[in-house]
């Protein structure tokens, strides 16, 4: 469902992703790695935003270069910002993004009106989003990302602004969504909630991946089964924090 052969990015000098390669079929993978890893260019890559400067992106056997349109149309993308029009109404904005993928009307609403009831919306729905908290907002983007029903999935930190329910619904839909056959393509900050929603993980480090698998693969490769993902995670990506912490306590 995702092909990415030999994918790199640069800005510059810097290489912001570098030979970026990852097969990815119908299952519910997780992109973990510290802030300015590439975890957001990659998926902007991936998602026809960004061009990459060299490699191949294939995204539900269409090729992001030369089928951008009928790529583009088998994917949904929430980004970490959500970018909304905010003079819309919720139901404004959605009855938009479902006239772009040209839902049916009748269709249309009924998908609205169900997502908009996982995610408690439906009483907001005639508000200005500008009037939204941040959480709100999220809700709606990810609702207008999931509406069209794509068969690949892209989220970029969609826990973040949302409240413990939210999230354990949007647990329970993308896992369910899953079972269907989609693909979904999520990047975290929060380990515990990539290791208990993922089939596998992939960890990349200053552009590069350096470690993909099953959590218990991952584990196993680094001569740690019984360690936990966060010790593994900040020593393949050189974040040990022990001795900074106790220096500042010390002079402190």
């Not at 290489?15 to 957001?40: D, H, M, S, W, Y």
């Not at 061009?51 to 269409?62: E, F, K, L, M, W």
């Not at 974040?239 to 402190?252: D, H, I, K, M, P």
């Amino acid at each position: 469902m995702i092909s990415v052969r030999n994918v790199s990015k640069r800005y510059g000098n810097f290489p912001a992703v570098n030979n970026l390669n990852l097969e990815i079929g119908r299952e519910f993978f997780v992109f973990l790695g510290p802030n300015g890893a590439g975890k957001t260019t990659s998926i902007k890559m991936m998602t026809g935003l960004l061009p990459p400067d060299s490699g191949t992106i294939v995204i539900n056997d269409c090729n992001l270069l030369t089928e951008p349109v009928r790529a583009k149309r088998s994917l949904g993308y929430a980004p970490e910002q959500a970018f909304l029009y905010e003079k819309l109404t919720g139901r404004e904005f959605l009855k938009f993004i479902a006239t772009i993928y040209r839902l049916p009307g009748a269709e249309a609403q009924k998908r609205i009106s169900r997502l908009c009831e996982i995610f408690e919306l439906n009483d907001r729905l005639y508000d200005y989003i500008e009037d939204y908290s941040h959480g709100m907002k999220q809700k709606v983007s990810l609702i207008a990302t999931l509406l069209h029903d794509p068969a690949v999935i892209f989220l970029d930190e969609p826990t973040v602004g949302l409240d413990p329910k939210a999230v354990k619904n949007l647990k329970e839909l993308l896992h369910g969504m899953v079972k269907k056959g989609k693909t979904v393509f999520m990047s975290t900050h929060i380990l515990e909630i990539a290791e208990s929603m993922c089939d596998r993980i992939g960890i990349i480090h200053q552009g590069s991946l350096v470690a993909c698998g099953a959590p218990e693969e991952i584990r196993n490769s680094n001569g740690q089964p019984a360690g936990s993902l966060e010790e593994i995670f900040l020593k393949l990506t050189h974040s040990e924090t022990g001795s900074q912490v106790e220096n500042f306590l010390q002079g402190a």
